[in-house]
């Protein structure tokens, strides 16, 4: 039987973009939900085979004005209680670290654009190590501390917690590997201009930086991908 994969969207604009490749080739059929959804609410996030929550603009300690983070929060700790395959990215790594139990915050500047991370010990013995030494896209603002029960596997100089693991079913990237072809980072640049501007940074350049990186980083973030699936049970 097909596997399936169910990818959370808490903004329409951030979509499975390049890990869509490999989790496909997996042998896994794609479905995908936005939490704004009136549907979202009702949905079991224990059920689907791979769950993969994608990043989005606001912070996990913003509820009152987005309550479906409650409500998403409650419902993946019975999945993560289950032990069931999970992958997290951005905004999706800090809603993990939240459902166990860690705390998530505003970080010390936005970390936006292309660079690479530096593996620990530990992620050098993972999936991660097919990064390398790939500039990868960042493009947040908040950070968690470590969960309790996990292990670190990258840093950056800004952010040290740039990834996570809990043994080979949960995996938790603060940075987007996955980015780098696809075309809706249009959409991320036109959204985010006048906070680009405020960090002093040029949309136009971003966008040149993800034309000329963005393929090595999308190629590097697939064959991560693609080792962590295959160690799934």
């Known amino acids: 039987m097909t596997r399936t994969a169910l990818i959370i969207r808490h903004i329409p604009y951030e979509d499975i973009a390049g890990f ?16 704004t959804d009136p549907e979202f609410a009702g949905i079991d ?27 998403e929060i409650a419902r993946l700790r019975r999945r993560l209680d289950a032990d069931r395959p999970t992958l997290g990215i951005c905004l999706g790594s800090q809603i993990i670290a939240a459902t166990l139990g860690a705390a998530v915050y505003p970080g010390p500047v936005q970390e936006i654009g292309f660079h690479p991370i530096t593996l620990t010990d530990t992620g050098a013995n993972t999936p991660l190590a097919a990064l390398g030494d790939t500039p990868v896209l960042h493009w947040h603002g908040d950070t968690f501390d470590l969960p309790e029960g996990t ?49 002093g940074l040029d949309g136009a350049v971003l966008r040149a930086d993800y034309d000329r990186l963005g393929p090595a980083c999308v190629a590097a973030g697939q064959a991560m991908i693609a080792r962590w699936l295959a160690m799934l049970p």
């Open 45 to 71: 996030l224990t059920a689907p085979d791979l769950l993969v929550l994608m990043g989005g603009p606001m912070g996990v300690y913003e509820r009152a004005a987005h309550p479906w983070i409650d409500h």
């Open 151 to 199: 292990e670190w596997l990258a840093s950056s100089p800004l952010y040290p917690h740039q990834a996570f693991r809990r043994g080979d079913t949960l995996l938790a990237l603060q940075f987007h590997a996955e980015m780098g072809l696809d075309p809706r980072i249009d959409r991320w640049i036109d959204n985010a201009a006048e906070n680009l501007a405020g960090l």
């Open 20 to 35: 869509g490749d490999p989790i496909a080739a997996a042998g896994y059929a794609l479905d995908s939900v936005d939490a």
